[in-house]
């Protein structure tokens, strides 16, 4: 699998950035995903025992004249599987790190309502969910669709607290905040201290891991300056740059007021192409690495070849 990536991996020239969520045996019950520690290991010693090179992504966007064997690693969400298991693996390989951090998750303040739809998703079987859909497409607003996951994030953000409070409340599931006290998912502010103390570099995920692609400027902005807030709160550093949540790209014109107005320099979205992450563009992709979720092939390979790309 990994003889697949590298070759992929060579048939582009720039940077290319792979990213995960959770590191774990288990799965984690907010985030469908993960990648275990030993199949990180795997991936980064293959890659670096075939002639690549990990750099940082701050080196990655400064150079003016990267080109060839050059690998970034970058993590969304902030989970406490970063610290817990990613970073031991990274030390030990001196692999530099970047963490995309939704600001109402930092320090466990909240869930943002992606984990809390798929911690949903663990505890209430499918076909009770289905039994309720019809009442809840009416008072919601939601659109049928081919998945139960689907549909319920086809609520509108507005109402997306409202929705999962009603479900909390029909299936009597346990309150967040006690989830939050008992399992403690995401990163502390300890932890990421001490991961900035190692040189894992910080930056922008939204405020509420909220679709910006739906969002007008004015919500979007808001999102991002929620974001900034909370790491100002917790007196943590942070980097200009944006992963958009779901990879779901806004407008050019969204990014450059953005830029303009509160100094995002870079934006990053998962819809790979030939030609992606030159020096000149504000908007750069990535690739997810974990389990179940990546083929080296038709990821690094076959669908950048087959996207057109978009002009920025």
């Given at each position: 699998?990994?003889?697949s ?11 290319k ?17 993960k990648i ?19 750099i ?14 050059y690998?970034?690693?970058c993590?969304?969400?902030g ?17 530099p790190?970047?963490?995309f951090?939704?600001?109402?998750c930092?320090d ?15 505890q209430?079987p499918d076909?009770q969910?289905?039994?309720e ?7 919601f607003g ?34 967040p905040a006690?989830?939050?006290?008992q399992d ?18 910080l930056?922008?995920?939204s405020h509420?891991?909220?679709?910006l ?9 808001q999102?991002?300056?929620d974001n ?10 942070y ?6 949540p ?10 450059q ?12 979205g998962?819809r790979s192409?030939?030609g992606?992450?030159?020096p000149?563009?504000i ?10 979720g990546?083929?080296?092939?038709l990821?690094?390979?076959?669908k ?5 790309p978009?002009r920025?």
């Amino acid at each position: 699998m990994w003889n697949s990536a590298i070759a992929a991996l060579r048939s582009v020239t720039a940077p290319k950035v792979l990213y995960f969520h959770h590191v774990g045996n288990r799965r984690n019950p907010y985030y469908t995903l993960k990648i275990t520690a030993r199949a990180l290991r795997k991936l980064i010693e293959s890659l670096l025992n075939s002639g690549f090179s990990f750099i940082s992504l701050q080196d990655a966007l400064d150079s003016k004249k990267l080109s060839g064997n050059y690998v970034c690693i970058c993590s969304d969400d902030g989970f406490a599987s970063n610290y817990e298991e990613a970073l031991p693996v990274l030390k030990e390989l001196r692999i530099p790190l970047t963490m995309f951090l939704p600001g109402m998750c930092m320090d466990n303040h909240s869930f943002a309502p992606n984990h809390l739809f798929a911690y949903l998703r663990t505890q209430v079987p499918d076909h009770q969910l289905y039994a309720e859909l019809p009442g809840l497409a009416v008072k919601f607003g939601l659109k049928e669709s081919e998945s139960i996951s689907s549909t319920l994030f086809s609520c509108p953000q507005d109402k997306r607290q409202e929705l999962l409070a009603w479900l909390w409340e029909r299936f009597g599931l346990i309150d967040p905040a006690l989830l939050l006290s008992q399992d403690k998912p995401f990163l502390s502010r300890e932890q990421l201290g001490q991961m900035v103390n190692e040189g894992v570099h910080l930056a922008l995920h939204s405020h509420s891991h909220a679709d910006l692609s739906l969002l007008s400027y004015t919500e979007i902005k808001q999102e991002v300056l929620d974001n900034i807030r909370a790491f100002e709160e917790l007196e943590l550093p942070y980097k200009p740059w944006l992963a958009l949540p779901y990879g779901r790209e806004i407008s050019d014109v969204s990014m450059q007021s953005l830029r303009k107005e509160l100094g995002i320099s870079r934006f990053f979205g998962i819809r790979s192409h030939m030609g992606d992450n030159l020096p000149h563009k504000i908007l750069w992709q990535r690739i997810s690495i974990e389990a179940k979720g990546f083929d080296p092939v038709l990821d690094l390979q076959v669908k950048p070849l087959l996207r057109t790309p978009k002009r920025r």
